[in-house]
């Protein structure tokens, strides 16, 4: 007994260093491949993916530092940008998507040898954690890091090839601190807006849009949304446009691509949260917020449960997984979904995993994502793509960057945003919940989707074709 014991916590301890290897090799909606930290001891306890306390899933600081020489990449599309001084400008620092694709932006910019500076406009005056982690993975990458307030980025900004303000809070810094400087930089800014919502729309955060070399948006949709309203509200007019749609990471299609790596994963993450293998599992990830529409996705949930009782269909357990939350803020707004799940008595079927960068192994571990997002939907929401590369079907809301994602009836179902989209939705999940064959064949047309279209190369390929132009406005003498 004592033999199969010590060979039973041998296999269970071999499993989880493959598991923590697995998860030190992931890049979730960034480039970035965090170091997790290997706290576990050699029992088979369950374990959560979870970062509620973001401290302890990002290390101070990696054992090996990566070099920061670049690697040239003779056939990337952005090897023109070799030598090029860039200066990237956030409004700030953080988890969130905005940071993050800046930062997968600046290392592809190192990848061919380009000289990239990084500044961050809004910080918190104390000591924060999650800063200090992001700035030295930049810094071990050879990003440089400037005070955004600092003449070394006044200076930057002049001597700069290339000027990318993130999002459009970040005009804010122009005349916070270039002040006079500001006409000789415009020229050569480059702006990257993620924004959907109305109170970016305000003339202190764009009023030199106009006379920037170009803005570059996520998705058609919002593309035209700024073009409309800053013309109606602002009484401005938006410079030329580029719409460039976003890519996966190669480190994220690897895992994807995986078969060994996503059963495993798929193993932990279901036996962490208690379901089975048969069970059918429907995740939302994101923050959870209102815009995001948790509580919209839960009724419709809760909806289908009634469906398929009273049709007496014979399917397996549905669960409903809810990825990004937060109790340590103790919004409102997530305790009226957990009060809601509770008053359902649901609370079996539901499960709340906190707010976490490592998406991938809830990825391997689901069946059908549901990205609910209300109001003008997503900018474009990477998580879509991501899901698809797991070959996932995707129940999404018609509105924003997913509907230029999903292919409806094809590679998921799309559903109205609001109220009105809850009995839609319920009946969605009741079709993928019982037809097996048509979540496999979504899933599969989903992940072809993705190679045809949203790799990281074909990001590239669509930057690459902006910057040479925004460069050639910047400097109209120099060729590139």
């Known amino acids: ?31 970035i491949a965090f170091i997790i930290r290997a706290a576990y001891d050699s029992s088979c306890d369950r374990q959560h993916f979870d970062a509620s306390n973001v401290g302890n899933r990002l290390q101070s600081t ?9 690697q040239i990449g003779v056939t990337s599309p952005l090897s023109f940008m070799k030598s090029k001084l860039v200066l990237l400008v956030s409004h700030e ?63 930057t900004a002049l001597k700069a090839d290339l000027v990318v303000l993130n999002t459009a809070v970040a005009g804010k810094w122009l005349d916070a601190v270039l002040n006079k400087d500001v006409p000789r930089v415009l020229p050569k800014v480059l702006w990257w807006i993620h924004e959907m919502r109305g109170h970016y729309f305000k003339l202190d955060y764009v009023k030199h849009l106009p006379f920037v070399a170009g803005s ?24 030329k446009t580029y719409v460039v749609h976003l890519g996966n990471s190669k480190e994220l299609m690897d895992v994807a691509e995986d078969s060994v790596a996503k059963r495993v994963l798929r193993e932990h993450v279901r036996e962490s949260l208690g379901v089975r293998n048969d069970d059918i599992l429907f995740a939302a990830i994101n923050s959870v917020s209102r815009g995001k529409g948790q509580d919209l996705f839960l009724r419709s949930f809760y909806e289908s449960l009634q469906l398929i009782k009273e049709k007496k269909l014979q399917v397996p357990s549905i669960h409903a997984v ?31 995993v906190n707010k976490t960068l490592t998406v991938a192994p809830y990825l391997a571990a689901i069946d059908v994502l549901v990205q609910n997002s209300q109001g003008r939907g997503e900018c474009f929401g990477r998580i879509t793509i991501e899901a698809m590369a797991f070959q996932l079907p995707v129940l999404g809301t018609d509105a924003g960057g997913t509907a230029e994602i999903v292919v409806n009836g094809s590679t998921g179902f799309l559903h109205p945003a609001g109220k009105e989209g809850v009995g839609p939705l319920a009946t969605n999940i009741v079709k993928l919940a019982t037809h097996v064959e048509k979540r496999l064949t979504m899933g599969k047309r989903g992940y072809e989707r993705v190679k045809q279209m949203f790799l990281e190369r074909h990001m590239a390929d669509r930057i690459a074709a902006v910057l040479k132009q925004v460069l050639q406005k910047g400097n109209p003498n120099k060729i590139l």
């Open 62 to 70: 990696e054992k090996t530092k990566e070099t920061a020489r670049p």
């Open 216 to 239: 570059m948006i996520d998705s058609h949709v919002t593309a035209e949304y700024w073009e409309n309203r800053t013309q109606e509200r602002l009484k401005i007019k938006m410079p």
């Open 322 to 352: 809810i990825v990004g939350s937060d109790m340590s803020v103790q919004t409102k707004f997530e305790t009226e979904i957990r009060d809601f799940v509770a008053q359902k008595k649901i609370q079996h079927r539901v499960h709340f």
């Open 93 to 155: 620092l953080s988890l969130s998507g905005g940071p993050l694709l800046l930062m997968e932006l600046a290392f592809l910019l190192r990848g061919v040898g380009a000289e990239v500076c990084w500044i961050t406009n809004q910080k918190p005056s104390g000591t924060d954690e999650v800063i200090y982690n992001l700035e030295n993975k930049m810094m071990d990458r050879g990003v440089q890091v400037f005070s955004a307030k600092g003449q070394e980025a006044i200076d």
């Open 1 to 31: 007994m004592a033999k199969q014991q010590t060979g039973f916590s041998t296999l269970c301890f071999q499993k989880k260093r493959w598991l923590l290897l697995l998860l030190a090799m992931l890049s979730i909606s960034t480039a």
